[in-house]
């Protein structure tokens, strides 16, 4: 069931969402809502990640820290190398 919500923004912001909207023949409601979806989808992505790390390292779940600069050093050194992207 949609909801009517009101939110204040800056004046740029609407500018550029009422541009959107024109161009893609979509709704500035429509977009500003998909806006929000994808932004709540991310936060709570990078939530549940952060919390599952927090019981990785508290189970004791931890990656040698030299570990860790040898990989992205050797990232570094052979970009291309598929090999070095694990």
Do not use: C
């Not at 927090?54 to 050194?77: F, M, P, S, T």
């Amino acid at each position: 069931m949609l909801e009517t919500m009101t939110i204040r923004v800056d004046r740029d912001i609407k500018e550029r969402l009422e541009k959107l909207a024109k161009s893609t023949a979509r709704s500035r409601s429509f977009l500003a809502a998909e806006a929000i979806r994808y932004y709540l989808d991310v936060q709570a992505w990078q939530i549940e990640e952060i919390l599952e790390g927090i019981k990785e390292a508290e189970a004791g779940e931890l990656v040698d820290h030299e570990q860790i600069v040898r990989k992205w050093a050797d990232k570094l050194e052979n970009p291309m190398d598929k090999t070095s992207r694990s």
